[in-house]
């Protein structure tokens, strides 16, 4: 069983950054594939980003491909969301998710365990 708890979020302005981490309970969270979804108001869940247990691997989604890294600290039980050039289009909820395959996809489907989200809003 794996517990996720995401942080980070908030109110910025386009342009600026923010980095968002999911904190994971659990001692095999470094075998898991750990991914980031989002999900803004009336809009499906959405793929943003994804790695590896080794961090050697990483998928990103062609909406934030070039400002948007995804990194993980095994040693802290922490993935990372690291998210520049935001934009109005980015403002959704934003969780966390472990796959326990190591499969690194870009589907929900593919992920065994969530966290309840963070707020991410991008004024314009």
């Known amino acids: 069983q794996v517990q996720l708890v995401e942080s980070g979020g908030g109110l910025v302005q386009a342009g600026d950054s923010l980095r968002l981490s999911c904190a994971a309970s659990?001692?095999?969270?470094?075998?898991?594939?750990m991914g980031w979804f989002r999900q803004a108001p009336g809009k499906d869940l959405e793929f943003v980003a994804a790695?590896?247990?080794?961090?050697?691997?990483?998928r990103y989604a062609g909406s934030v491909k070039g400002r948007f890294t995804i990194s993980r600290d095994n040693a802290r039980n922490t993935v990372f969301l690291q998210m520049n050039s935001l934009k109005p289009e980015d403002t959704a909820v934003y969780s966390c998710?472990?796959?326990?395959?190591?499969?690194?996809?870009?589907?929900?489907?593919?992920?065994?365990?969530w966290g309840q989200g963070t707020q991410v809003t991008v004024s314009s």
């Open positions: 659990g001692r095999a969270f470094s075998n898991y594939a």
């Open positions: 790695i590896s247990w080794s961090g050697a691997i990483t």
């Open positions: 998710a472990a796959d326990q395959q190591n499969q690194v996809v870009t589907v929900r489907w593919g992920f065994d365990y």
